[in-house]
């Protein structure tokens, strides 16, 4: 059974370094999966994630705050998770190189799916929930983070409106209901759609 994960001597936050930490994060993941296949998928499918997350954090949101490398933690705010968002909708994903053996292979997407936009949504929040649990990011208010992400994201996430029922319904059914039903010769007859 491996070893658990002791957290880091307190330190102020802004000397811990972001991604030092999210590579911790990721380290803590692997160790936490033990033998079990389906956890050490998800553990790496997050990884993966957080190598995104990487990139957005240096191409756009240290750009927009003016940091550089190497970047503090303190340099996450509650906006972080919304403005990912916005970037992986516009965003497209890394492109590979086409396989000279299948030329017919389809092109990659031009933006990333709605659901792996979720799925690194999903890694980020359990980084950043991670984080603050473990004390790296106490100046990170994660409840206002969610609810700037879903006011951001507005009518995007917003469930199948249905449509009012028709209050006549009953009598328009009963009425097709007692329509005669042609006979066979005339079935016969009718053009077929």
Request: hydrophobic share 35%; glycine share 4%; aromatic share 10%.
């Amino acid at each position: 059974m491996p070893e658990p994960i002791q957290p880091a001597p307190a330190s102020p936050p802004d000397t811990h370094l972001l991604f030092d930490l999210i590579d911790r994060f990721c380290e803590h993941l692997r160790q936490s999966a033990g033998a079990s296949p389906s956890a050490a998928n998800t553990a790496q499918a997050y990884t993966n994630a957080m190598t995104v997350f990487k990139r957005f954090l240096q191409r756009s949101y240290s750009r927009k705050r003016g940091f550089k490398a190497p970047y503090p933690v303190g340099m996450l705010d509650s906006d972080v998770l919304l403005a990912y968002y916005d970037w992986l909708a516009k965003t497209s994903p890394p492109k590979k190189t086409p396989s000279p053996t299948d030329p017919d292979a389809p092109p990659e997407p031009p933006h990333y799916a709605p659901s792996t936009i979720q799925h690194y949504l999903a890694a980020v929040k359990r980084f950043l929930s991670w984080g603050v649990a473990q004390g790296h990011l106490p100046h990170l208010d994660l409840g206002k983070a969610a609810v700037r992400l879903k006011a951001g994201r507005g009518a995007a996430k917003r469930a199948y409106s249905h449509r009012k029922i028709d209050p006549n319904l009953a009598a328009i059914v009963l009425y097709y209901d007692n329509l005669p039903l042609p006979s066979p010769a005339e079935a016969a007859d009718a053009p077929n759609n």
